[in-house]
């Protein structure tokens, strides 16, 4: 999917959305080959026709017609992990909160590390926005998209919220 941010790879699987990653210069053939092992018998069919709701909750995202996504997913990680995700999807749109406060968040205070890994694991950018995880001093770390990307997204949700009449607490 070609998105404001870059291209997009999707995938899914019966249950639910599994993949939303920056492709940036990867081939399709090489980003199924990427996940070819964790994924042994999925079939790669390069068509985003089966993923329509998902095109459309990321396009009206993008143009500011959603602050949130209410999408299936079938991720898959550890206990941890899972627990960091949910948290992220609790952070509202057009704010953002430290490693730190999402440790505490899944009752591990002393993990913000362990949450800043979660998050580079994140198999569902955006959907789940761990480009919403700052740090405790209020700057930009760390973003498997890149820094550049996650300002971006950050400045279109601060953008979008300003337009909506909603206050920015970053």
């Not at 609790?90 to 968040?105: C, F, L, V």
């Not at 979660?118 to 001093?137: E, M, S």
Request: proline share 6%; charged share 25%.
């Amino acid at each position: 999917m070609s998105s404001p941010v870059g291209l997009l790879f999707l995938a899914r699987t019966e249950r639910g959305l599994r993949f939303v990653e920056f492709m940036d210069r990867r081939s399709l053939k090489r980003t199924f080959a990427t996940h070819a092992e964790a994924v042994p018998d999925a079939q790669w069919v390069p068509s985003l026709l089966e993923l329509k709701p998902v095109v459309d909750q990321l396009d009206a995202y993008f143009c500011g017609n959603r602050t949130a996504f209410d999408l299936p997913l079938d991720v898959a990680g550890s206990d941890f992990q899972l627990s960091v995700w949910r948290a992220l999807c609790r952070i509202p749109y057009a704010e953002t909160r430290s490693y730190g406060q999402i440790a505490k968040a899944v009752g591990r205070p002393g993990a913000a590390r362990a949450v800043g890994l979660a998050n580079n694991q994140n198999p569902v950018a955006i959907i789940i926005p761990c480009h919403r995880v700052i740090g405790a001093d209020g700057s930009l770390v760390g973003y498997g998209g890149g820094l550049p990307r996650k300002r971006r997204l950050l400045d279109l949700e601060a953008r979008f919220a300003r337009l909506l009449g909603r206050s920015e607490s970053r």
